[in-house]
């Protein structure tokens, strides 16, 4: 049972450059969710499906966009990057109640 | 909306004192709690959650309390040890399981 799997784990971007981040859960959860770790801040999020077919955004969503392929993947897109999107990018589901995250990709754009 | 505090952002303890974690809320309506453990290079794992009908939960060295007058609910964790080193998070919601606000987190290092 490997819970939420992301890919990649690693990624050096240069500004203005685009690319995919992938999230997939085998828990046969309803609501996904995209989040990004930066120091001193917490866990903000950026957008978030409560249901396949559906997403909304979150706190942060400017610079995303997000695809709810089906109930299992959720991925987050990142048009033209900038350097503020340096970050750590958690992906997360749920059946309701608590958050189940994967273990991050960490990403640098210069 | 919902603002989470969460204080100190740094505690040090020796290893088999206890360490408490606080945090506080601003929506009265948020009625979900879970703490959050992150190890380096790991996504956060939940080590233990409150709902907002319960004042105290307990599971084996962790426990939780709440207080919802005073909006703040607090992580005590006895008898530290090392692998207890994390970095800890406090989450808020209402709906239990929507829209989680994190506090910013709290780097506990357990000395040896």
């Known amino acids: 049972n490997a819970g939420v799997t992301q890919t990649p784990k690693f990624q050096v971007l240069k500004t203005g450059q685009s690319m995919t981040l992938q999230c997939a859960q085998d828990?046969?959860?309803?609501?996904m969710y995209w989040y990004r770790q930066d120091p001193g801040m917490g866990l903000r999020l950026i957008y978030y499906?409560?249901?396949?077919?559906?997403?909304d955004k979150g706190e942060v969503p400017n610079g995303y966009n997000v695809s709810r392929l089906n109930k299992r993947e959720f991925s987050l897109r990142l048009e033209s990057a900038a350097p503020s999107q340096t970050s750590v990018y958690f992906c997360?589901?749920?059946?309701?109640?608590?958050?189940?995250f994967g273990n991050g990709t960490r990403l640098t754009v210069t | 909306g919902e603002n989470v505090e969460q204080h100190p952002s740094t505690l040090s303890v020796q290893e088999g004192d206890s360490a408490v974690i606080k945090c506080t809320y601003s929506d009265s309506a948020s009625n979900y709690f879970p703490w959050y453990k992150q190890e380096l290079g790991k996504g956060p794992q939940l080590i233990i959650d409150?709902?907002?009908?319960?004042g105290e939960k307990k599971d084996q060295r962790i426990a939780v309390t709440l207080n919802k007058t005073a909006k703040h609910f607090s992580l005590h964790i006895t008898e530290t040890q090392p692998e207890d080193s994390a970095v800890y998070f406090c989450a808020a919601s209402k709906n239990y399981g929507q829209n989680f606000v994190f506090g910013p987190g709290t780097r506990l290092s357990v000395l040896p």
């Open positions: 499906s409560a249901s396949e077919g559906t997403t």
């Open positions: 409150i709902r907002s009908n319960v």
């Open positions: 997360a589901s749920s059946f309701g109640g608590p958050l189940h």
């Open positions: 828990m046969n959860h309803n609501s």
